[in-house]
């Protein structure tokens, strides 16, 4: 569908009123319509996407154009783009079943996130409370990860843009209490899990309990 320039002037006027109220309901609100969208194109493809078509590269656009809105600002918007990303992981790796070695349905929605990632502080990525621990928290369910499938290659796109090299390996926890690498070749050694892990504490809780910075919801 066309949308005229007027429209598109309304949109953008009430997401930044929206913003102004309450910048982690305007972002969960983008997060929602962006599902939307997605869950749409699927079916339209009869349970598929593909990467590389208009329609997906249209979407992935709308994306990065929702992260932009969330202002320069980096410190104000640092919380609503946190949650944005956490409930964004959680929704890509839903499943109806137990983990049964295929990808999760909405694994694809992993290249969105990576659109907005460069909206990310270096410590909500990596750091040890970050949403690379988070990421790794929640591939725990996953079990062993295949290293080769080209159908979680969104997970590897999205992992890739929140560590910012290809070069150092991929790092999950599987079964077992496991740490399994991604790389070539993979390679599996035993470790205990961080302490920040076990506790469940990860970045939004972080700052509540620091008090450091203005963080505006």
Known sequence: ??????????????MSKARELNRTKCMRTQLL??????????????GRIDRSSE???????LAHRFALMAGVDNYKSR??????????????????G?????PPSNIVFFDILAETTFKLMDIDKKGPKGLLAFL?????KEGEIP?????WGPLRTYRTALVGSMTEPY????????????????RVTDVKRPREMDRGEYVIDSWQQSGSGNYVQ
């Open 171 to 186: 790092m999950y926890y599987g079964a077992a209490n496991k740490r399994k690498m991604m790389g070539s070749p993979m």
């Open 136 to 140: 790794e928290e929640q591939l725990m």
């Open 79 to 96: 919380q609503a783009v946190v949650t944005f990303h956490r409930e964004g992981i959680i929704y890509c790796l839903l499943r109806n």
């Open 55 to 61: 329609e997906w590269t249209k979407i992935k656009d």
């Open 1 to 14: 569908a066309v949308v005229s320039t007027q429209s598109t002037g309304i949109v953008k006027q009430m």
């Open 147 to 151: 290293e080769d499938e080209i159908e």
């Open 33 to 46: 319509s962006l599902e939307q969208l997605f869950e749409e194109l699927r079916d339209q493809n009869e």
């Open 98 to 102: 137990p983990p049964d070695g295929s």
